[in-house]
Each structure stands twice: as C-alpha cells, then as structure tokens.
C-alpha cells in the first residue's frame, strides 16, 4: 500500500474499505443506495450534515480541510469512526474506487494508505 496522505486523527484507531470521493449530494444519495457499509469517504470541505445520510456506516473519513475541533472530527468520534482531518491530496479523483486504510501514528497524527 502506498502513503498518499497525513493529517490529524481524530481517533486513534484504523479502518479499511473502499475509498469514495464524494463532492456532492448526488454522490452521498447513490452511496446510500449502493451501501455505504465499510466504505471510506474522502470530502473536500464536508460538514457533518452532508454525510449524514450515511455517516454512521462509514469505516472512516478523510477530509482535505478542518481539524480536530472540527464538527465532522467531534461527530466521527462519537460514531467511533476514524477521521483524519487536514490531508492534502494531490489527486483525489485518482484514489476513487480503490482499497484505502486510515492509520494511527504517534500523537495526533495519522496515515492515509492506497493500495495501487
């Protein structure tokens, strides 16, 4: 698996699924109806009320802006769900589709893994 991204996470514990990048409504509402089950979402800019049809289902969350004390960080922790928060990507559309692991590091810190 190759590192493609490191950011803050928001609990300190691994996901692995499939990796969706979601850009708008559309992109949630056909998520829901394929089965958001054991996918991880990879957002922009997302707040909590645009997953939340499906939130509760995910493996994990990637959000490319945001931090800690973020309402999409607070809220992923109360679901027990590991959200790295602040990752730059260079080319989020390319991770579409592909297996994708969230892991811990020391601190704050995690790791966004893509298999290739």
């Known amino acids: ?8 996470i928001s609990l300190k514990l691994s996901a692995e699924g499939e990796l969706r990048y979601i850009t ?11 089965g958001p089950d054991g996918k991880i979402v990879l957002v ?7 997953l939340a049809p499906v939130l509760s289902r995910l493996a ?4 490319r802006s945001g931090a800690l ?15 790295l928060m602040g990752v730059k990507i260079e080319d989020p ?8 692991m ?5 601190g704050a810190s995690g790791v966004l893994y893509v298999g290739e």
């Open 93 to 100: 559309e390319g991770l579409n589709g592909k297996h994708a």
């Open 24 to 34: 708008s409504v559309q992109e949630v509402v056909k998520l829901l109806k394929e």
């Open 60 to 63: 994990g969350v990637v959000c």
């Open 102 to 106: 969230i892991k811990p590091e020391e």
């Open 1 to 8: 698996m190759k590192r493609v991204g490191d950011g803050l």
């Open 69 to 83: 004390g973020s309402h999409l960080a607070i809220v992923t922790r109360e679901f027990e769900i590991p959200a």
């Open 44 to 50: 922009d800019d997302a707040g909590t009320t645009f």
